[in-house]
Each structure stands twice: as structure tokens, then as C-alpha cells.
């Protein structure tokens, strides 16, 4: 049944109905082996329990699985501990109404599991965290989680191998809690800051004599994650936090690390930190922004991606005064975007870094558009109406303004760009309708109609409803 969800699973659903109610009995077969291949098998099947009403299969299958996490067999905790983490992945928000069910089951697995399933424990929650997010951050819910993942914290020591999850957990939870995660953060920061500053300090004792070894990279880079996770969760209340460590200078070491995941947990948190108090970041940018400069390498995609996702928030808090270091990074830029075969992430995240560079310093940026105008429409034309995209849209709209030759080749993709909008903010609306209206008047109205004669239907009558053109 499980590899029928790979090889045949439209084969597969006319049945389901029967199967799933048949599979979820299967979750108390007295063969403890049974019970562990079922889970597993259920969790392959979790996209379409979802798809259907909740209480006919999910509020079923949901009950058993939290059972079947308690269960007396260790091999059948693993399983079902595991399938309900795919089955949070698929559910998420679905899972709200019940999570107070789900927390009391999670939680009284701490006190039940030993060392290997509290590893599975911890993907558990920090997935349910991620699912559910800031549903999370209720007085009730946080008196039952916190407790235990503090106390195991407590009782693990800066070199054991175990925080790594514990580490991944508390990242997923303090983000999902936001203010929530108020109480705990303090302790959480000063111990995360601690493991990097150990980290490197070992690291650097370990490049000289033959005789040291080298440390695990492994807790700087979870401790950096931690780190991301508070300032996301709780934004300018890490303030204070920042203000009181040395973890911009520590940045600054691990921004120039020989290793790419150490970098690219680096650059997350500086966007992170930037979003969150660019106070503190803004007289290290002359620092860090060289470094950012020369890790926009696209054969590593996750350091490319955070770096160019760092320069971008780091542009809408400088400003004009970004300037100096746009040529640092905007040839870069520019190359990654015209690359063939780039991963959608990264062609995303660079069309916004270029459209935010070119809103806070377009007499810089305006020259190159017509080298980029084109994977710049069609990296933005997919993605969701959110902030990111309206700074970017802003930064275009204002570079055409500068350079409206730069367009003219390309402006069908501009045109199909703007129509993927669905609901801009009035002022960036406008913004549109000036440069429609602009072209349209500029070519006159016999060659308007033709041009836009070569646009698909859905496009001609989304431009002519909402703009008028």
C-alpha cells in the first residue's frame, strides 16, 4: 500500500474511503509490528485525509496516531511519532481546534521516551510549531510545551549531541510563540551566543597545533538557527538582548567561515537581525557587506540565497544610503538571475534584493534594467501579494520611471507581471496605471492595439478591468 502511493496513487483514491477507516482499526492490532507499518503507511497517505472533511478521517486518524505515541512498544512510538509529523506538515492550520489534545499527548511523551524517540519528540513539536504558528501563543498551551523542553535543556550540557534537536526544536517554537517565548528568551540567547563563542574559539586553537581536535561546527550552526528563530519570533525585544552580547562580532567570524552552512545560518541571521533592530547592525554594514558581496555564488545555493535575502532587507533599512555599496553586489546579482537552470528560491529572492536595490538607489540600478527585466517579470509573476513583493515592484516601477527605455523590448513580461497582482495597495496601483497608461500613449492607439493583441485573453481582460487599458 505504501509504494501505491508513489506508483499509483490516482488508482488509488476510489478506494480510499474504505482503506483509511480499515488502516486507522489496523493502529490497534495486537502485533506490534502491525501497528508500526501501518503508521507508516497512513503517514503516506496524510495529503488526501487532509483534502477531505476533517472529522470524517483526520479527527480519526489524529485520535489513533496520539495513542499509538504513547504506545508500550518503542518501534511503534517511533512510527507514529513520525507519521503524525508528516501528518502535521499536510494538516497545518487544520490542526488548530485540537491542540490542546495534541500537546497533552506530546508532553507526556517526554516522561515516557528514552533517549533515540525524544530525538523523534523534538521533530514532532518543532513541526507542529511550524504548522500552526503564532495559534501556538496561548497562556495554556505555553504552560504545558515550555516546561519540559526547559527542563531538558537544563539538563543537557553545552557538548552533547542532543541539544542539536533540542536546538532545532526551540527555534521552531520561540518563532511560532513570538511574545509568547518572552519569558524563556534570556537564558535561551545568552547560552546560544555561549556555544558560538566556544565554537570559534576552538576552532581557532584547532587551525594551529596538531594536537587539538577540531569542534563541532554542527552547534554553532544550530545555535545560529536558535538565534534566527528568536529574532523572528520576538522582533524588536531582542533589542535589548543584541545590545547587551557580542554576537555581531561573532557574526562577523562566522560570515567568513570555511564552511558553507556556517555561512549561510550566518547570513539568515543577519537579515533576521536586521528586520529586528538594524540599530545595532548598521555600523557593521561597511564589514558586511564586502562579505555578502563575494558569497553571491549560485553553486551554493542555500549561502547564495540567504546572503542575497540579507542584502535585500539590509537595502530597505539603508536607503539612499546604500549607494556605495551597490556595485558590490549588483553585477552579481544581475549574473544570477540570467542563469540557466537557477533554482525558483533563489531567482525569487535575487529579483527582490534587485527590485529593493533599485527602490532605495535607482539612479544605480536603472541602467542595468533592460539586462534583467525579463527573468525579473518572470522570476515575481508566481509568487503571493506579501511585503517583499511590493518593495520589489516599488523598486521596478521607480527604475522604469529613471530608464523607461529599459523596458520597451520586454514590456509584455512587465505587463503580465503587474497582472499577477491581486489586490496592490492603492499608491502602487497607481504606480502601474502610470506606466501602462504611459506606454499605451506613447506608442498610440493603433499600435497599443496590436501589441497588446498578442496577449493571452485572461491578461488582456485582467489589464483592462483593472487598469483601464
Known amino acids: 500500500?505504501?509504494?501505491?502511493?508513489?506508483?499509483?496513487?490516482?488508482?488509488?483514491?476510489?478506494?480510499?474511503?474504505?482503506?483509511?477507516?480499515?488502516?486507522v482499526q489496523c493502529l490497534s492490532d495486537k502485533k506490534a509490528l502491525v501497528r508500526?507499518?501501518?503508521?507508516?503507511?497512513?503517514?503516506?497517505?496524510?495529503?488526501?485525509?487532509?483534502?477531505?472533511?476533517?472529522?470524517?478521517?483526520?479527527?480519526?486518524?489524529?485520535?489513533?496516531?496520539?495513542?499509538?505515541?504513547?504506545?508500550?512498544?518503542?518501534?511503534?512510538?517511533?512510527?507514529?511519532?513520525?507519521?503524525?509529523?508528516?501528518?502535521?506538515?499536510?494538516?497545518?492550520?487544520?490542526?488548530?481546534?485540537?491542540?490542546?489534545?495534541?500537546?497533552?499527548?506530546?508532553?507526556?511523551?517526554?516522561?515516557?521516551?528514552?533517549?533515540?524517540?525524544?530525538?523523534?519528540l523534538y521533530d514532532a513539536i518543532g513541526t507542529l510549531a511550524d504548522s500552526v504558528g503564532h495559534h501556538l501563543n496561548k497562556p495554556e498551551y505555553i504552560q504545558m510545551l515550555m516546561p519540559p523542553l526547559i527542563q531538558k535543556w537544563n539538563q543537557l550540557k553545552d557538548e552533547d549531541k542532543d541539544l542539536f534537536p533540542l536546538l532545532e526544536c526551540l527555534s521552531s517554537v520561540a518563532t511560532a510563540l513570538q511574545s509568547g517565548f518572552?519569558?524563556?528568551?534570556?537564558?535561551?540567547y545568552q547560552r546560544c551566543v555561549n556555544l558560538v563563542q566556544k565554537t570559534l574559539a576552538q576552532a581557532m586553537?584547532?587551525?594551529?597545533?596538531?594536537?587539538?581536535?577540531?569542534?563541532?561546527?554542527?552547534?554553532?550552526?544550530?545555535?545560529?538557527?536558535?538565534?534566527?528563530?528568536?529574532?523572528?519570533?520576538?522582533?524588536?525585544?531582542?533589542?535589548?538582548?543584541?545590545?547587551r552580547s557580542n554576537i555581531l562580532t561573532l557574526m562577523y567570524q562566522c560570515m567568513q567561515d570555511k564552511m558553507p552552512e556556517v555561512r549561510q545560518s550566518s547570513f539568515a541571521l543577519l537579515g533576521d537581525l536586521t528586520k529586528a533592530c538594524f540599530q545595532h547592525v548598521k555600523p557593521c554594514i561597511a564589514d558586511f557587506m564586502p562579505i555578502l558581496g563575494t558569497n553571491l555564488n549560485p553553486e551554493l545555493i542555500s549561502v547564495c540565497n540567504n546572503a542575497t535575502w540579507a542584502i535585500g532587507e539590509i537595502s530597505i533599512q539603508m536607503g539612499p544610503e546604500m549607494q556605495p555599496y551597490i556595485a558590490m553586489v549588483l553585477h552579481q546579482l544581475v549574473e544570477i538571475i540570467n542563469r540557466p537552470n537557477t533554482p525558483k528560491t533563489l531567482l525569487e529572492n535575487t529579483a527582490i534584493t534587485i527590485g529593493r536595490l533599485g527602490y532605495v538607489c535607482p539612479q544605480e540600478v536603472a541602467p542595468m534594467l533592460q539586462q534583467f527585466i525579463r527573468p525579473w517579470c518572470t522570476s515575481l509573476r508566481n509568487i503571493r501579494d506579501n511585503e517583499?513583493?511590493?518593495?520589489?515592484?516599488?523598486g521596478i516601477c521607480t527604475m522604469i520611471s529613471v530608464n523607461p527605455g529599459g523596458v520597451v523590448?520586454?514590456?509584455?513580461?512587465?505587463?503580465?507581471?503587474?497582472?499577477?497582482?491581486?489586490?496592490?495597495?492603492?499608491?502602487?496601483?497607481?504606480?502601474?496605471?502610470?506606466?501602462?497608461?504611459?506606454?499605451?500613449?506613447?506608442?498610440?492607439?493603433?499600435?497599443?492595439?496590436?501589441?497588446?493583441?498578442?496577449?493571452?485573453?485572461?491578461?488582456?481582460?485582467?489589464?483592462?478591468?483593472?487598469?483601464?487599458?
Not at 500500500?1 to 474511503?17: D, E, K, N, R, W
Not at 517583499?388 to 516599488?394: G, H, I, L, Q, V
Not at 512587465?414 to 499608491?427: L, Q
Not at 492607439?445 to 483592462?464: G, H, I, T, V, Y
Request: aromatic share 12%; hydrophobic share 40%; net charge negative.
Open 1 to 23: 500500500l505504501c509504494v501505491c502511493v508513489y506508483c499509483c496513487m490516482q488508482g488509488m483514491i476510489p478506494y480510499l474511503p474504505e482503506l483509511i477507516p480499515h488502516l
Open 36 to 120: 508500526s507499518i501501518t503508521c507508516w503507511t497512513l503517514s503516506r497517505y496524510a495529503h488526501w485525509v487532509v483534502s477531505q472533511p476533517p472529522d470524517t478521517y483526520l479527527k480519526p486518524l489524529m485520535t489513533e496516531l496520539l495513542k499509538r505515541i504513547l504506545d508500550s512498544n518503542k518501534r511503534v512510538q517511533e512510527a507514529a511519532c513520525s507519521a503524525f509529523a508528516t501528518l502535521e506538515e499536510e494538516a497545518c492550520t487544520e490542526l488548530v481546534p485540537y491542540l490542546a489534545f495534541i500537546l497533552d499527548t506530546l508532553v507526556f511523551a517526554f516522561s515516557k521516551y528514552q533517549h533515540k524517540n525524544l530525538l523523534i
Open 182 to 188: 518572552l519569558p524563556y528568551c534570556e537564558p535561551v
Open 205 to 243: 586553537v584547532s587551525s594551529q597545533p596538531d594536537q587539538y581536535e577540531a569542534p563541532d561546527k554542527d552547534f554553532m550552526i544550530v545555535a545560529l538557527d536558535l538565534l534566527s528563530g528568536l529574532a523572528e519570533g520576538l522582533g524588536n525585544t531582542i533589542e535589548q538582548l543584541v545590545a
Open 388 to 394: 517583499e513583493k511590493d518593495s520589489a515592484f516599488r
Open 409 to 469: 523590448q520586454d514590456f509584455i513580461f512587465f505587463c503580465d507581471a503587474v497582472a499577477s497582482w491581486v489586490n496592490p495597495k492603492d499608491d502602487l496601483r497607481d504606480m502601474f496605471c502610470k506606466i501602462l497608461h504611459g506606454f499605451k500613449n506613447q506608442v498610440g492607439e493603433e499600435n497599443w492595439r496590436r501589441f497588446s493583441d498578442q496577449f493571452p485573453m485572461p491578461l488582456k481582460e485582467r489589464l483592462a478591468t483593472f487598469y483601464g487599458v
